[in-house]
């Protein structure tokens, strides 16, 4: 009996199970969320990419079939060097693509309104409507260069780097940055959402099951961005009033002060509590106006009035960036350029090099310049 020599594998399957044997120990969080908002948005990735494999796979089969049936050496393959049009062919190659456009479209638009990131949730999970006893949690969150402050309002409490929600609880985020852009995302929760500094953006989430998911910064911010991440620890309803009355016997109070210490740069920080939070401190953020004698900027998205640290300065209307416009009078432009324009009456002046339209006055024709030559 003679025994048959092994077969080496070749790269390729070697490779294949290299790849398999790396995929096996990923958590596809964003395939497989913990929340049924960011569970909406991956049923919409699928359908997507399902849609759009119905013209893909066809065509790169179609390309790999009429490459072996036209091939050089092919004898069964007709010849018709003269066909040029084929009616049930075209409609197959524009109706197809044109129906898949026409689904992609209205998920699109379904999903997006459904999905919109400042739109209260209307439920908790599939059969749990969001009923009048279920309020929102609220949390104001800021993003510092580098880590993340979360406020709780309700609570009066806040934490650096770690964030907490019950489970089955809707959230409601208010966010803004306290320098550059940045990009709040919790796979497990919900969609990524941006911070910009001086506006408040929102989101709504929630989590259905408890958990440890984690939380990052998705938009480049600077030298400590990589370490820009945070825990979010789903628990439950009891849990978490435990945990916020720990968080509350802790000493520190998170007040302007301690705000003006907290944005300043810094990395890898470590999650920290705040036992007291200043109830606006939040709207001086959004407002840019968190250190004394800084005015605060207008049109705050929450419609609070500004915040003035400072009395009305000689001569100044106390509150006029607040009045309407009737309210506010007039005054005299001093900028304004009096008199006639210096090219009104002049069209070669210097005035006029401005203007769209000027006329060139050319200087006469040199006697015989336009006679024609003979010869």
Not at 105 to 120: C, E, K, N
Not at 169 to 192: C, D, E, K, Y
Request: aromatic letters at 8%.
């Amino acid at each position: 009996m003679t025994r048959r020599p092994l077969r080496r594998p070749s790269p390729a399957r070697l490779g294949a199970v290299a790849a398999l044997v790396a995929l096996a120990g990923c958590n596809t969080v964003v395939m497989n969320p913990a929340g049924d908002v960011a569970r909406q948005q991956s049923s919409l990735i699928v359908w997507s990419t399902v849609l759009m494999l119905l013209i893909i796979v066809p065509v790169m089969a179609l390309t790999v079939l009429f490459a072996w049936r036209y091939r050089e050496g092919a004898k069964d393959a007709k010849y018709e060097p003269n066909w040029d049009h084929s009616t049930g062919l075209e409609l197959v190659i524009w109706a197809a693509p044109l129906l898949i456009i026409i689904a992609l479209g209205a998920l699109t638009w379904v999903s997006t309104h459904l999905l919109d990131p400042y739109r209260p949730l209307d439920r908790v999970a599939p059969g749990k409507p969001v009923t009048a006893a279920i309020r929102p949690l609220e949390v104001e969150v800021v993003s510092l260069d580098w880590k993340w402050l979360f406020i709780y309002p309700e609570q009066g409490v806040a934490t650096v780097n770690e964030l907490v929600v019950p489970v089955d609880r809707p959230v409601r985020f208010r966010m803004t940055s306290s320098s550059v852009m940045n990009t709040l995302w919790i796979p497990a929760m919900a969609g990524m959402i941006y911070t910009m500094p001086g506006m408040e953006t929102q989101l709504h989430g929630v989590l259905n099951r408890t958990g440890k998911f984690e939380g990052r910064s998705a938009n480049y911010s600077g030298a400590g961005f990589s370490d820009m991440w945070f825990w979010t620890h789903s628990v439950t309803p009891a849990r978490f009033d435990q945990w916020v009355a720990g968080v509350k016997r802790q000493p520190r109070a998170l007040n302007r002060a301690t705000y003006l210490q907290l944005e300043k740069p810094s990395e890898k920080v470590r999650p920290i509590g705040f036992g007291t939070v200043d109830p606006g401190l939040f709207r001086r953020v959004v407002g840019m106006c968190v250190k004394p004698g800084t005015d605060c900027m207008q049109g705050m998205s929450h419609g609070g009035p500004a915040v003035n640290d400072r009395a009305p300065r000689a001569g100044e209307a106390e509150g006029a960036l607040t009045r309407e416009p009737g309210e506010k009078g007039d005054s005299p432009h001093f900028t304004a350029p009096r008199g006639q324009p210096g090219g009104a009456s002049d069209t070669d002046s210097g005035a006029n090099r401005n203007m769209t339209r000027s006329i060139i006055h050319l200087p006469a024709p040199i006697a015989g310049a336009t006679a024609r030559t003979e010869g």
